[in-house]
C-alpha cells in the first residue's frame, strides 16, 4: 500500500454512489478509456468531448513502460508517481476509474492502482455508459487539479512477469486464465498484431472476458460470475494468474475475481503480445 493510504475501496461502485460522492475533496475519477485499433475510437478525443465531471484523462498507453517493445506495460513506480503527481492525485484519494465500454479497460486503470500500492480505488460499473443512460451531467475539455504528493509502492505478488510464466508452466503451481477469444486461444482465428501467432500458454484456461459483462456494460452478478468460472473449469480454491493478449481484459477476469473473494490472483503484464513473441516459448492450440 501506499505509505499514507491504507483504505481498501470496494473493486465497484454504482453510478448512484459516485453521483452521491463526487463533490467529495478525497475523490478523483479518472478516465481510463482506452480502445484496440479496430475499434476506430479515440479515447482522448473522446473524453474532450464529454466526461464525467471532475474526471481526468488517464492516458494508459504513456502511463506505461514506452521503451517496452509491449504495449502499456507497468511503468516504474516513479513513473507512474509522476504522473499522478501531475493529474493531481495524492496518496489518500479514493480513486473511481470508468472508460466509455461500460467494464473494460477501467479494470486495467484499477489493476494499475492496486499494483502500485494504491489499494482505495475502484471501478465504475457500467461506467460512462450507463452514466449518460441515466442522463447525468456531462462535462466537456481538460480537467485538472493542483498536484498533489503521490508515492508509489509496487506490489510484486500481484503482478507476474515472463520468469514466472516459464516457472508456472513446469509447475502448475497456479492456474492461467485467458480473456482473449475463442477462437485466438485455440489458434482458429488470427491475432490482432498479426506479428504473432494465435493460440495459448500450455494447460491455461479460455474465458472469454465478454462472458463476464452484461450488455449494458456493467459486470454480472456474483452467481453468473462464479458460474462463468467453473464452466472454464477453475478451480476458486487455488490460486490464480490471468492473462490476455495486453494485459487489459485480463483486468476484467482480475476484477471479477476480487468480486467474488479470490485473494490469491495475479496477472500476467505481458501477456499474449510478450509470451507469443518470446523465442521457443510453448505455445499450445485447439
Request: charged share 20%; glycine share 8%; hydrophobic share 40%.
Amino acid at each position: 500500500m501506499s505509505a499514507t493510504d491504507h483504505r481498501t475501496a470496494p473493486p465497484l461502485v454504482s453510478t448512484e454512489w459516485l453521483a452521491e460522492h463526487q463533490g467529495a475533496p478525497d475523490i478523483r475519477v479518472v478516465d481510463g478509456s482506452w480502445y484496440l485499433p479496430a475499434m476506430q475510437r479515440h479515447a482522448e478525443r473522446e473524453y474532450l468531448d464529454g466526461h464525467i465531471p471532475g474526471a481526468l484523462f488517464f492516458d494508459l498507453d504513456e502511463i506505461s513502460d514506452t521503451e517496452s517493445p509491449f504495449p502499456h506495460m507497468l511503468p516504474a513506480p516513479e513513473k507512474f508517481s509522476s504522473r499522478m503527481k501531475r493529474l493531481g492525485i495524492g496518496d489518500g484519494h479514493h480513486i473511481v476509474a470508468y472508460d466509455g465500454m461500460g467494464v473494460f479497460s477501467a479494470a486495467r486503470i484499477w489493476w494499475m492502482f492496486k499494483a502500485m500500492g494504491h489499494e482505495n480505488v475502484s471501478v465504475l460499473d457500467g461506467g460512462l455508459v450507463k452514466w449518460k443512460a441515466e442522463n447525468r451531467d456531462i462535462d466537456t475539455g481538460l480537467q485538472s487539479h493542483g498536484q498533489r504528493h503521490y508515492t508509489a509502492h509496487k506490489n510484486n505478488f500481484i503482478v507476474r512477469d515472463l520468469a514466472d510464466m516459464q516457472r508456472n508452466l513446469k509447475n502448475a503451481r497456479e492456474q492461467v486464465i485467458d480473456a482473449r477469444s475463442s477462437g485466438r486461444f485455440q489458434g482458429t482465428e488470427p491475432e490482432p498484431r498479426p506479428e504473432l501467432n494465435s493460440g495459448h500458454i500450455p494447460g491455461s484456461l479460455s474465458l472469454p472476458f465478454d462472458q463476464l459483462v452484461n450488455e449494458n456494460g456493467t459486470l454480472k452478478d456474483v452467481l453468473e460470475l462464479r458460474a462463468a468460472f467453473d464452466s472454464c473449469g477453475a478451480d476458486l480454491a487455488r490460486p490464480i494468474i490471468t492473462t490476455c493478449g495486453s494485459g487489459v481484459t485480463a483486468a476484467i477476469l482480475y476484477l471479477a475475481l476480487t468480486t467474488l473473494g479470490h485473494n490469491a490472483v495475479s496477472l500476467y503484464d505481458g501477456s499474449w503480445s510478450q509470451w507469443a513473441a518470446t523465442k521457443d516459448a510453448e505455445i499450445a492450440t485447439g
